[in-house]
């Protein structure tokens, strides 16, 4: 990576004591899939998952991502068998706003009482009594953010805070105009929305967060259920002995300092190919041609689309 203000390797929430690193770990795939339910009911290899968050956290990694919609409940559930008791330095980032229906689909469920049971499921399965962030997961549309007022939703989550369940609120899948709206209710400490190579029209947002210090957390940073192809991704992958995901992580680290990317895999392997972006030298020159690329990714990704 190239050695500059935007290498750092460590970025402290606004407002609070926690300081995590960068590079993360998204725990989604460690649920199963039963036939087209997707992140539903457990891994094929339990033992497995668990063996992976222990090498994930005795890494160094300290920011996980989860949700008790995943599985529902068996994530959180692999996460409380294999870390409790949970490392001080840990820092677990959950979210809420939605629930699972029996055919797999995901429902938005944003009502003070879903939040809150919602908060509660977190709270039981991941076996804590404060959550560190909570996300409010905003599914007017599922993976596009809509506009439209989520002051209701903000207001039930600083409620929840205010109760001591929730330690700082975080914001997915929401636009600058929610965004705004939110950090006029209750103090916002981060945003995460997709976000990578080729989808990149949060650039202004980003920007404007790391004017203020909230984090902006990528999901989706490899592609999610597309993952990232691209010729000239593959090129200069080959060019800096690195595969074209490790690439893709390493410009999202350079791109601005208060972006935390948070990977997800079920593999070890995957996992430590991932964990090496972190160190991944990438020439100016280079970052400038992935600059580049982002643009002409993004077009062939929406006509494909």
Not at 185 to 196: D, K, M, R, S
Not at 266 to 280: I, K, P
Request: glycine share 8%; hydrophobic share 40%.
């Amino acid at each position: 990576m190239a050695k500059d203000s935007s290498s750092k390797q460590t970025f402290t929430f606004p407002r609070t004591s926690l300081t995590v690193k960068r590079m993360g770990y998204g725990a989604m795939q460690l649920a199963g899939r039963d036939g087209n339910k997707f992140v539903w009911g457990p891994p094929a290899d339990v033992e497995g998952a668990i063996a992976l968050l222990r090498e994930v956290v005795a890494s160094g990694v300290d920011h996980i991502d989860t949700a008790d919609i995943y599985g529902p409940h068996v994530t959180n559930q692999i996460i409380r068998q294999a870390l409790k008791p949970y490392p001080k330095d840990l820092v677990i980032v959950t979210k809420v706003g939605a629930r699972r229906g029996d055919d797999g689909s995901w429902i938005s469920d944003a009502t003070p009482e879903g939040l809150t049971r919602s908060v509660h499921d977190n709270l039981r399965n991941l076996g804590l009594d404060v959550l560190d962030v909570v996300n409010l997961r905003v599914m007017f549309s599922p993976h596009h953010p809509v506009e439209g007022s989520i002051e209701p939703q903000v207001t039930a989550m600083a409620e929840l805070q205010r109760q001591g369940l929730i330690r700082h609120i975080g914001l997915s899948n929401v636009t600058p105009v929610q965004v705004d709206e939110a950090r006029r209710i209750v103090p916002i400490v981060c945003v995460q929305n997709q976000y990578n190579l080729a989808q990149r029209g949060d650039d202004a947002l980003i920007d404007a967060l790391n004017r203020d210090g909230i984090a902006y957390v990528p999901f989706f940073p490899l592609g999610g259920f597309s993952p990232l192809q691209s010729d000239a991704l593959s090129k200069t992958a080959e060019r800096l002995n690195a595969t074209p995901m490790q690439v893709a992580l390493a410009w999202l680290l350079h791109r601005s300092p208060n972006i935390l990317v948070i990977p997800g895999t079920s593999s070890r392997v995957h996992f430590r190919e991932n964990l090496e972006a972190a160190t991944l030298e990438v020439p100016v020159e280079v970052m400038a041609e992935l600059d580049a690329m982002a643009g002409a990714g993004a077009a062939a990704s929406s006509a494909a689309h």
